[in-house]
Nanobody, 127 residues
Framework: EVQVVESGGGLVQAGGSLRLSCAAS????????IAWFRQAPGREREGVSC????????RYVDSVEGRFTISSDNAKNTVYLQMNSLKPEDAAVYYC????????????????????WGQGTQVTVSS
């Protein structure tokens, strides 16, 4: 069974930074894709970033391009989302999701392609 645990959320001032971590287990960390989604109150869950081990490609939603960076540490079975220059509109619950198997990240990032999800971590950005 795939397990996904997010951490690293919190309260930060606008312009600040946070690093989210996604620890995944229960699958072979070879062919996989891991994505970050976020959901603000009253809004649809949005794909923020995706990284694929299959082709090494990372994708970002336009609103975070240049500010967020996704990376993976296969030795630790962990994917990170470094978030810089945070804006109030980045505030949301951030979810990590896993696609176990060969996959190339699409744009927009497709929620239906990811079968295992974490519980989410809250990111709050004060103005």
């Amino acid at each position: 069974e795939v397990q996904v645990v997010e951490s690293g959320g919190g309260l930060v001032q606008a312009g600040g930074s946070l690093r989210l971590s996604c620890a995944a287990s229960g699958f072979t960390f070879d062919d996989y894709a891991i994505a970050w989604f976020r959901q603000a109150p009253g809004r649809e869950r949005e794909g923020v970033s995706c990284i694929s081990s299959s082709d090494g490609i990372a994708r970002y939603v336009d609103s975070v391009e240049g500010r967020f960076t996704i990376s993976s540490d296969n030795a630790k079975n962990t994917v990170y989302l470094q978030m810089n220059s945070l804006k109030p509109e980045d505030a949301a619950v951030y979810y990590c999701a896993v696609h176990d198997g060969w996959y190339t990240c699409s744009y927009p990032i497709q929620r239906a392609d990811f079968g295992s999800w974490g519980q989410g971590t809250q990111v709050t950005v004060s103005s």
